[in-house]
């Protein structure tokens, strides 16, 4: 290369034809290059610079200020003077803070600018192949609505470099320093705008931030690398390739809108990713991932938030040990293997952490934890906040809904109103308190209620749940658990239904049918006395610990009841019982046999066979619609619903009539229940309890216990032989009365003739030779006495345990 130099006046200075280096120094020089790839430094002065053939650049590198250079202009001024340009194709710049334009024509210009803070602008609609070379500094390089394939390189500092809303391929280097490399983004905080082309973005080394726009109609890929230090990657689009190098590196696709994503595929070495504002899918890759579902940094023209229509993102974080971010949004974000840490935050949520011990966070809104791909049982307890099993130990909160896995799993809810998907396997699901939604889905499933704080009712038939657990909403269940208290629960009629009642006094009703074939039932009272009501299938009955019932009010037909064989065929199936001790049978005809213990037989409506077996057993009217008269020494029960015949029975309980019940010469037990009931134990000791109503009581031989119960009620002494009976409840107010046989006494009694006054003594010694009744109100003992003071001693006849002060008008003789 030739070198020609100038003078310091005004200099004409012409090339060889060959590359030159032609310098102008000081003066208006006009220098021209001829052919070949010249160098012209006018140097000081007003220059005319004439590049002539070739490529020719224009040198300002020795300026003594900052220059302005327009290659389009065909001018330059500044620190070298105001200098007139043709034909040249490259400038370098001073060591100031220069700025430098390229020319639009079709020219490939190659802009240098040296040290100093440089602006190189390739100006709008260049359609030729460029060069930005920013060099020392902190230089803005601008190729804005370009058409050619430019290379922009910010060199040292802390570099600018856009390219917007270009039509084919950039390159953007930003060197050493932390830089902003743009293209077809936009400003920065501004919205994407397309372009064509691939796009290659490296930052270098240092804290670099670049960002790309969504090219038209994703024709365009751009690839983004981060280099050394902390970067951010900045896109509109899933396609790109990024790679974040070294450092801390975060992914942002918040400018964009519906990403699709599969890190493992386009993304590496990215410690952080951040979606769109709209429904993305990210799939993470086998590193430790943080992935966030949308940015709050998004502000358009004006700076006014609108936020989008939608952002519901899936987010699938891999392998790895991840954190995941939904931010707004209805998001679905899954961790996969390894521990990971997923926060739904804002909208309805899907959090599924997959294998591993997983931190699940769902945020603001009704956010669900997902163990549909669980690889073993899982338990899950929103109220502690843990789930442990096929998925792993995870710790959630803010967690309203729990989508069980393929397994047997058990689902707590907790204190809100939760929604509970048991999934695919036998599963138990306990929504605690709140209004809950229980879906076991496939399976035979369990609905549990034994935290309940009172007693609940719960019909499997229409879903429906209410008391102590607050009101809930069951689908897809088929067995129940009952709580600690008094509970009613109802079968579903459909399925084969386990109906558990708990502790407490229960009511297990499986009589509903809507199937063609009825569906057998399992029923279990466990703990309380509690009543057990089959179907029409075969069903098993087991009243657990306590008294307990079964019923068949309501069957179709007859039945057959043997406790003691624990089997109940006829009416609707073939049933197995299990520690019962009551039966009720149908309106018809029934046979009911009790067990080895003491048994309760109803027979209901219809002429009934009741056969207590061994023990002591009741035959109970209570349901019936009429008064019925009862002899246990004749066996036979008419009138009320129906003539029964009796075996074994040394009970019975009257109706809300007026009953007449007559025992045998055993121990029998008589309860009258309401009305006013005729109560006679005949022989041995028996317990007669009149109920409510005026009863009429009569012990008969034996010692006997007689409690009146409310009501006018009358103690009936036929002799004073016939035993010492317990009067328990003896009231005067209530014109309770002691009523003796004139004839059975005998002595000075006459009937009807009230006792006198010397004939009631209060105390136990004798007054008069005659006829006399004591009464020990200090023990409550009531004896008579048949001639006073004469031979005969008296003779006990009851005692009054509540020891009630009585005279003389409490005695009546008949």
């Given amino acids: 290369m030739s070198t020609i130099m100038g003078t310091p006046f005004n200099d004409i200075l012409i090339g060889t034809g060959d590359p030159d280096f032609l310098y102008g120094l000081a003066g208006d020089d006009s220098i021209d290059g001829d052919s070949g790839n010249d ?26 200020a900052a220059v302005t250079v327009d290659l389009d202009a065909g001018s330059a001024a500044g620190g070298a003077g105001h200098d007139t340009l043709s034909n040249i194709q490259i400038v370098i710049g001073s060591a100031f803070n220069d700025s430098l334009y390229a020319d639009l024509s079709v020219n490939n210009n190659t802009l240098v600018g040296g040290a100093g803070d440089d602006r190189l ?238 931190t ?40 309203e809904a729990v989508i069980g896995s393929k397994f047997d799993d058990s689902l707590y809810g907790g204190n809100g109103d939760n929604t509970l998907n048991g999934g695919a396997g036998n599963d138990t699901l306990r929504g605690g308190l709140g209004n809950d939604y229980l879906d076991g889905e496939r399976g035979h499933n369990t609905a549990d209620y034994s935290d309940a704080t009172a007693g609940v009712y719960v019909d499997l038939s229409f879903g429906w749940v209410s008391g102590g657990a607050g009101d809930d909403f069951l689908y897809n269940i088929q067995a129940v658990i009952g709580s600690k208290f008094n509970d009613t629960i109802y079968n579903d009629g459909l399925l084969d239904n386990t109906l558990i009642g708990g502790a407490g006094n229960d009511i297990l009703d499986a009589s509903y049918n809507w199937a063609l074939v009825p569906p057998n039932n399992l029923l279990q009272g466990e703990a309380g006395n509690d009543t057990l009501i089959g179907g029409a299938g075969n069903d098993t009955l087991d009243g657990g610990v306590g008294t307990d019932t079964v019923s068949y009010a309501y069957v179709a037909a007859a039945v057959n009841v043997n406790l003691s064989t624990g089997t109940a065929t006829g009416g609707d199936g073939t049933d197995s019982l299990w520690a019962i001790e009551g039966v009720i049978g149908s309106s018809f005809n029934d046979s009911l046999t009790g067990s080895m213990g003491n048994d309760t037989l109803n027979g209901g409506l219809g002429d009934d066979s009741l056969d207590g077996g061994a023990g002591t057993d009741i035959a109970s009217y209570v349901d019936a619609t009429a008064a019925v008269n009862v002899n246990l020494s004749t066996g ?116 009807g003739v009230p006792i006198s006054a010397t004939q009631w003594v209060l105390g136990t010694t004798a007054t008069i030779n005659g006829s006399q009744f004591f009464y020990d109100s200090s023990t409550g003992r009531l004896l008579f006495d048949l001639d006073g003071t004469g031979i005969k001693a008296a003779t006990q006849i009851a005692i009054l345990s509540t020891k009630p002060l009585i005279d003389s008008n409490s005695i009546v003789v008949v």
């Fill in 39 to 64: 160098t012209l430094n006018g140097g000081g002065g007003n220059d005319f610079l004439e590049g002539g053939a070739g490529i020719n650049s224009a040198d300002y590198s020795d300026a003594a």
């Fill in 121 to 358: 602008d390739l100006g709008y609609y260049n359609s030729s192949n460029n060069q930005l070379q920013g060099g020392v500094g902190n230089d803005t390089l601008i190729a804005d609505c370009t058409y050619g394939n430019n290379d922009l390189d910010g060199g040292e500092g802390n570099d600018l470099l856009t390219a917007d809303q270009v039509l084919n391929s950039n390159t953007l280097r930003g060197g050493s320093g932390d830089d902003t490399l743009i293209a077809n983004a936009g400003a920065i905080n501004r919205p994407p705008r397309p372009g064509y082309g691939n796009n290659y973005l490296d930052g270098g080394d240092g804290n670099d931030r670049l960002m790309v726009g969504e090219s038209f109609g994703g024709r365009g890929i751009a690839t983004l690398i981060g280099g050394a230090g902390d970067d951010t990657l900045i896109t509109a689009s899933g396609n790109d390739i990024l790679d974040g190098g070294t450092g801390f590196d975060i992914v942002d696709y918040s400018q964009g809108a519906y990403i699709t994503l599969n890190m493992a595929v386009t993304v590496t070495n990215v410690e952080k990713v951040i979606g769109s504002h709209y429904d993305d899918i990210i799939l993470g890759s086998a590193d430790n991932d943080t992935i966030l579902g949308s940015s709050s940094s998004y502000v358009p023209k004006g700076g006014i938030w609108n936020p989008p229509p939608s952002d519901d993102d899936s987010i699938d974080g891999g392998s790895g040990d991840d954190s995941l971010d939904g931010r707004y949004g209805n998001d679905t974000l899954i961790g996969g293997i390894g521990n990971d840490v997923l926060l739904g935050n804002a909208g309805d949520d899907i959090l599924k952490g997959g294998v591993g011990d997983d």
């Fill in 360 to 399: 699940l966070n769902g945020g603001a809104g009704n956010d669900t934890v997902d163990y549909s791909d669980a690889t073993d049982v899982v338990a899950v307890n929103l109220k502690t906040g843990l789930a442990t099993g096929g998925a792993g130990n995870d710790s959630l909160s803010s967690i």
């Fill in 636 to 751: 036979t029960a008419t009138g009320g619903d129906g003539t029964d015949s009796l075996w074994a029975i040394e009970g019975v309980i009257g109706s809300s009539f007026n009953d007449t019940l007559t025992g045998s010469t055993g121990n029998d037990l008589l309860l009258g229940g309401l009305g006013n009931d005729s109560l006679n134990g005949g022989a041995g000791k028996d317990t007669l309890t009149g109920g409510e109503g005026d009863d009429l009581l009569i012990g008969g031989l034996g010692n006997d216990k007689l409690t009146g119960g409310t009501g006018a009620d009358q103690f009936i002494f036929n002799s004073a032989s016939e035993g010492i009976d317990t009067l328990s409840d003896f009231t005067v107010s209530q014109g309770d009365k002691i009523v003796v046989s004139a004839a059975g006494f005998g002595g000075s009694l006459i009937a």
